[in-house]
Every structure is written in structure tokens, then in C-alpha cells.
């Protein structure tokens, strides 16, 4: 089952902070979060695997609330480059999680 | 830096010509994926593989086949191309469920 993310399109100027949601209906595994780049292949961002635990890389980082099945990703003070596609893939239990879901991502725009 | 590479990034081919998609990965990862994905929306799996002889469909249905020979090769034929086949086509590979997957730089194909 697809996860849901919102917003669909976020606009901030440079420096402010946004948060991405992604939330499933199924019990999740895991939670993958990518960005893309217009024309270019999705890039790894961080993957949460434990309910409730939060991993971060610099200004960017992402906390998994197993008993919500939801994920939000943090951008803090965010910089021109942070523009791009987010998607949440998410993976269930069991034999499913190989198979990564996307959801429909959401496009953030980093104004000067 | 992940070593996946696809060839050609960019195909524009008449209806009803046999193509093939290739994708190759020199990490020894035994899982490997095909993603389609329109321009400005989701990734949806279309293939999977577990290992050499293993292959799966995914959750979009496509009249593409694929084949899993060699751990490294991972091709992707359409026997009979439509203008409805045009997108992009990413693959991606990981070691174990749960892993960060890699991404290609997708091929492009356009069916005229």
C-alpha cells in the first residue's frame, strides 16, 4: 500500500525549516527517505528502522513513530541545494522487505 | 560512490521495435530493481530480482520482462514497443532488505 505524503509542494526562502510527512496504513519495517533532483536518479537520504528512533545527517533528519506508522523528515535552515523531489519509501514485515513503496513525493523549492 | 550503470540513458524508438534496457552492478549486491517513473511523479517497481534465476513482478503491472543470469546484469526487454512505454526507467540494487538502495541514472525512453 502507497504512503501518503505531505505536503504535496512546499516554497520556502532560504534558511527556513520544513517537515515532510510520510504516513502508511500498513505496519512498516522500515522508512527510506530520498531526494531527486530534476532529471536526475533519487539519492539516498537516511533510512529509519526502529519505531521512535531518529536519525540525522547535518541539517536534515527524520524521527519514525512505529505505533503511528509515520515518518517525518526535518530540514533545518535550509540551503538552495535542498531544492528537489522527497520521496518516503517504506517496507513492510515479513518477506516484503526487499520491496520498497514510494509515495508520491513532495516538491520543496529553496527561494534566495 | 555507487557503481550501477545503465545503458543508453536516452532511447527514442519507433512503435513496435524490440528493445532491451541494460543495467549492470559492480558491488555484488544480490537484490536488484526496476522502477518506472513518469516525469514529476512516483517511482513504481516493476521488477524485482532476489538473486541469479530469481525474478518477481512488482506492483505496477508492465508487459516488460526481465532476466537475472549473472548477479552483476540485470536487463529489462520490451518485445514490442508502444507509445504508452514512454518514461523513464530506473535501476536499483542493495545487498540486504532494509539497505539503502543505489541508483542508475535511468534510461528515457521515448516511443514514437
Known amino acids: 500500500q502507497q504512503p501518503v505524503q505531505s505536503p504535496q509542494a512546499v516554497i520556502l526562502r532560504e534558511g527556513e525549516d520544513a517537515v515532510i510527512n510520510c504516513s502508511s496504513s500498513?505496519?512498516?519495517?522500515?522508512v527510506h527517505w530520498y531526494r531527486q533532483k530534476h532529471g536526475e536518479a533519487p539519492v539516498f537520504l537516511m533510512i529509519?528502522?526502529?519505531?521512535?528512533e531518529q536519525k540525522g545527517h547535518e541539517k536534515i533528519s527524520a524521527s519514525f513513530n512505529e505505533k503511528k506508522q509515520q515518518s517525518s523528515l526535518y530540514l533545518t535552515a535550509s540551503q538552495l541545494s535542498y531544492s528537489g523531489t522527497y520521496f518516503c519509501?517504506?517496507?513492510?514485515?515479513?518477506?516484503?522487505?526487499?520491496?520498497?513503496?514510494f509515495g508520491k513525493g513532495t516538491l520543496l523549492t529553496v527561494n534566495p | 560512490e555507487a557503481d550501477i550503470y545503465q545503458t543508453p540513458r536516452y532511447l527514442v524508438i519507433g512503435t513496435g521495435k524490440k528493445i532491451t534496457l541494460e543495467c549492470s552492478q559492480t558491488?555484488?549486491?544480490?537484490?536488484m530493481y526496476w522502477y518506472q517513473q513518469d516525469p514529476g511523479m512516483e517511482l513504481h517497481l516493476i521488477h524485482y530480482s532476489y538473486g541469479v534465476n530469481s525474478t518477481e513482478k512488482g506492483d505496477l503491472s508492465s508487459e516488460s520482462t526481465v532476466s537475472r543470469i549473472r548477479t552483476e546484469h540485470f536487463p529489462l526487454t520490451l518485445e514490442s514497443a508502444r507509445p504508452s512505454h514512454t518514461s523513464q526507467y530506473l535501476c536499483a540494487s542493495n545487498q540486504r532488505g532494509g539497505d539503502e538502495q543505489y541508483f542508475g541514472p535511468g534510461t528515457r525512453l521515448t516511443v514514437t
Open positions: 529509519l528502522l526502529k519505531g521512535g
Open positions: 519509501g517504506t517496507t513492510g514485515g515479513g518477506g516484503s522487505n526487499y520491496k520498497l513503496t
Open positions: 558491488m555484488g549486491h544480490d537484490k
Open positions: 500498513k505496519a512498516l519495517y522500515s
